[in-house]
């Protein structure tokens, strides 16, 4: 017979699986969407806070708007409740005491509660599946703005020709 601890940290899950612990980045003039690679520069103590521990001990952080850009110390009423899950990629700290951070947005994620923590933000998440349906009508959208951007690139010499690749 076989024998398991269930019992596990929350914060090695991965975003697939159901609820899961994580920091919170609050973001004030920029989206970022699952695929994306991102550079922030982040100056707040307890935004920087939150990278560390995303960083240190934790695999993800959530990535959610504010929804007033002037708001310099936000509450949780003036964060949004949907976000993206994200990887801290890289993180490095500037002689301002700012931090500049790379992050990869993974998946989109809805904030189901807040945790009390005085330091960071902390919430428990649960993943938004995509949904996706393909039809002929879809397909043709995706060929058409395909050929178009490829159109774009070869009239714009700004624009590398990697990059109809990265598209593609």
Do not use: W
């Not at 002929?136 to 058409?144: G, N, Q």
């Amino acid at each position: 017979m076989l024998f398991r601890n269930d019992k596990r940290d929350p914060r090695d899950q991965s975003p697939a699986a159901g609820a899961l612990r994580v920091p919170v980045l609050p973001l004030r003039v920029i989206i970022v969407f699952p695929h994306m690679v991102v550079p922030l520069f982040v100056g707040r103590q307890k935004s920087i806070r939150a990278l560390e521990e995303a960083m240190n001990k934790q695999k993800f952080i959530l990535l959610a708007a504010q929804k007033d850009a002037k708001t310099n110390d936000p509450a949780e009423d003036d964060i949004y409740r949907v976000g993206t899950l994200g990887t801290v990629v890289q993180l490095l700290r500037l002689p301002d005491g700012t931090v500049k951070v790379l992050v990869e947005g993974k998946k989109r994620a809805r904030v189901t509660r807040y945790v009390g923590n005085a330091e960071y933000f902390l919430v428990e998440v649960e993943a938004i599946e995509e949904v996706c349906n393909k039809s002929t009508e879809v397909e043709a959208l995706i060929r058409s703005v395909n050929s178009t951007f490829e159109n774009y690139v070869k009239l714009n010499k700004k624009i590398p020709p990697e990059m109809i690749m990265s598209v593609a």
